[in-house]
């Protein structure tokens, strides 16, 4: 594990948060390998992972950072809240990538951050470049720029074939959330 990798996990089917989380349960399982997850988006709601990443305990660190999705039907937040928590999130990025003390980061929605105008793609850009040599970085999220694509080691594309939401069964507790 001399030189870490830039993992992308992005597009339009589901499965790209879920992924990284796998990764970091699969590092968690070592004991001596740590993780961190920021979230940009996600934050408002109850997730399951958040519990699940407590009881891991200081192997992995999540932080929820974002005010929830952005304009989605129930998004009471005004836009500049969603901004501030981008920006704050950013920030704790920045801390814990440079920190040196994970061998695993995970920028959650990142790319979809940036899509929305909340994050500059060339801070993102300064993140992977600036990054530990050892550190794994790992960005998801829905459409990612094409020089983030580029400078990834890995990127995975999700497809979506079927969604059950499109025939009217709501987000499930456990499977989605």
């Not at 968690?28 to 988006?41: E, I, K, P, S």
């Not at 699940?52 to 129930?74: K, Q, T």
């Not at 594309?157 to 499977?175: D, L």
């Amino acid at each position: 594990m001399d030189r870490g990798l830039v993992i992308v996990y992005t597009g339009g089917g589901k499965g790209k948060t879920t992924a990284a989380l796998g990764m970091a349960l699969r590092a968690a399982g070592y004991g001596d390998l740590r993780t961190c997850m920021v979230q940009f988006v996600k934050g408002s709601w109850h997730y399951g992972e958040a519990d699940s990443a407590a009881m891991l305990g200081p192997r992995f660190e999540m932080v929820a950072a974002g005010r929830g999705f952005v304009g989605i039907v129930d998004d009471k937040s005004p836009r500049e809240d969603h901004v501030r928590a981008a920006a704050e999130a950013l920030r704790l990025s920045r801390d814990r990538v440079m920190s040196d003390e994970y061998d695993l980061v995970i920028l959650d929605e990142i790319n979809y951050a940036v899509d929305l105008g909340l994050v500059e793609a060339g801070d993102v850009m300064e993140l992977i470049r600036g990054r530990p040599e050892r550190l794994n970085l790992v960005l998801t999220g829905n459409r990612a720029r094409p020089e983030v694509v580029e400078a990834a080691d890995l990127v995975t594309e999700m497809r979506e074939v079927k969604h059950p939401f499109k025939s009217g069964i709501k987000a499930r507790r456990g499977i989605d959330f």
